[in-house]
């Protein structure tokens, strides 16, 4: 059974750091479109991130610049690098999974993902 497990988020102060962590259970990522979502209660669950399987990676426009997605195949690990962290960036972050091929310009729409972690929150205080 396919499994995500996100971990890492935390509180910070605008400005800070955090990197999250997307662990993958019974299967490997190497075959895998995955991203990073977040929401926060009240509105619609945000793509924030996309790490293709062909390396190539989206971003939405609010974090480019500011946060970095990667993965490591040999570890079946997704990653999240958030820098420059302001409080907007608010929410439970979630790492999300597909063995289809989106496009490009589809790879941050959640309809296009099949396999949800549980989330891991991220607070940022001003």
């Known amino acids: 059974q396919v499994q995500l497990a996100e971990s890492g988020g935390g509180s910070v102060q605008a400005g800070g750091s955090l990197r999250l962590s997307c662990v993958a259970f019974g299967y490997s990522v190497i075959w895998y479109h995955m991203a990073w979502f977040r929401q926060v209660p009240g509105k619609e669950r945000e793509g924030v991130a996309a790490?293709?399987?062909?390396?190539?990676?989206t971003y939405v426009d609010s974090v480019k610049g500011r946060f970095t997605i990667s993965r490591d195949n040999a570890k079946n690990t997704l990653y999240l690098q958030m820098n420059s962290l302001k409080p907007e960036d608010t929410g439970m972050y979630f790492c999300a999974a597909t063995s289809s091929s989106p496009e490009r310009s589809n790879r941050l729409q959640r309809s296009k993902y099949n396999r949800w972690g549980q989330g891991t929150q991220v607070t940022v205080s001003s």
């Open positions: 790490s293709a399987t062909d390396g190539d990676t």
